[in-house]
């Protein structure tokens, strides 16, 4: 393997250690931040909603695949959250709770739709978010239609995985949560969560590895 | 370095691939990479699937979401403070009639519990008290001796106006 292979998102020390102090920091504000919605701080759950509702939202969305859906479980997230503010101790992360009370409501939101035709609001959505999710500028029918071969490609493999292993690799890829935080949110261990990584990615590598 | 996938640590090339290694342990990672095509080819097809899944952008968040979040938690604001509105009112209708008598019935019951307490015996362990039939039995006869004594001196007291002045002397 030549050294320009190496990934150009591996950060340096410095990179990687400044992104450190800045999660520390950004996770003390989010503590300090919820101990002032517990005093009746409105404005201080305002700056939580803001940091945090795309996140939650896009986890969720990737989760359930319906935009619509995913809204009205993040809004119950939120709520949960909002419910929950005169109990509230910072004993663990807050995006490890946060995320902790979303993965519950998608897992169950799964579970009771398991036996129900999901392909149809997958169709459908894809149908109707396809075009806006292309990012470079104007593409041509053709390109459009690969993108949307490869996207739709992309959701079923995700889909495919078992619910627990698709919420791991969502936090894993898309939220860039150790495996520690994420071992925290679906109640694992560590040792477990790599396990249960290596075997989603097992999977995926088998069905996407063509992408290459 | 020992290779991950046979030592069962392939976690540390899927951090590889995730650009989530120190550079030392990257360089580790490229250095066994190079002599090993079981790693090689994991490490391509899992690049493979990192770059698959950065094609899934999730669609933009709707504007109305927090409009409606703040409307569902004003809803649960308002319900709950017309369950509390509702609680006072319901106390303040029946407080003249409801809340004395319970208050007074607690008052007495806290008196005469009061008074049981302070009544007790403090040391519950000292020897019980005679019994009160000896008592009784004592009391009678003294009065029984009493009453012979009487019977005895009207018997030997003399009939006659010197008996009157012995028993008026008495």
């Known amino acids: 393997m030549n050294r320009g292979d190496r990934p150009e998102t591996q950060p340096s020390v410095r990179n990687r250690v400044t992104t450190d102090m800045e999660a520390v920091a950004a996770l003390e504000r989010d503590a300090e931040l919820m101990l002032r919605v517990r005093e009746g701080d409105a404005a201080s759950f305002a700056l939580l909603l803001e940091r945090h509702r795309a996140p939650v939202i896009h986890f969720l969305y990737r989760m359930v695949q319906n935009q619509s859906v995913a809204e009205e479980l993040a809004q119950e997230v939120f709520l949960r959250v909002y419910r929950s503010r005169t109990t509230y101790e910072p004993t663990a992360k807050f995006t490890t709770w946060l995320f902790r009370i979303a993965t519950h409501l998608a897992l169950n939101w799964i579970r009771d739709r398991k036996n129900e035709k999901a392909q149809e609001s997958l169709d459908a959505d894809t149908q109707e978010g396809g075009a806006r999710q292309i990012s470079d500028g104007r593409p041509n029918v053709e390109q459009r239609l690969v993108y949307e071969a490869k996207l739709r490609e992309v959701r079923q493999a995700i889909e495919t995985l078992p619910a627990k292993q698709r919420a791991a690799v969502l936090m894993h890829k898309y939220e860039g949560m150790e495996y520690s935080q994420i071992a925290a949110t679906l109640n694992c261990s560590e040792s477990a969560i790599k396990s249960l990584l290596f075997r989603a990615y097992e999977t995926l590598r088998a069905r996407l590895a063509h992408f290459a | ?170």
């Open chain 2, 1 to 170: 370095m020992n290779c991950p996938i046979q030592t069962k640590t392939s976690a540390e090339l899927i951090d590889y691939c995730a650009g989530r290694l120190g550079p030392e342990r990257a360089e580790a990672v490229e250095a066994h990479a190079r002599i090993c095509p079981a790693c090689r080819e994991l490490i391509g097809s899992q690049r493979a699937v990192w770059q698959a899944l950065e094609h899934w952008d999730a669609p933009p968040v709707s504007n109305h979401f927090d409009r409606q979040l703040y409307a569902r938690i004003d809803a649960e604001e308002r319900s709950s403070g017309a369950i509390v509105k509702w609680a006072r009112a319901a106390v303040a209708r029946w407080s003249p009639v409801s809340w004395r008598l319970p208050v007074a019935v607690a008052a007495a019951c806290a008196a005469v519990a009061l008074a049981i307490v302070v009544e007790m015996p403090a040391d519950r362990s000292a020897p019980p008290p005679e019994p009160p039939a000896r008592m009784e039995h004592v009391d009678i006869e003294q009065i029984e001796r009493t009453l012979d004594d009487m019977t005895m001196l009207k018997q030997l007291a003399p009939v006659g106006p010197h008996s009157e002045q012995v028993s008026s002397s008495m």
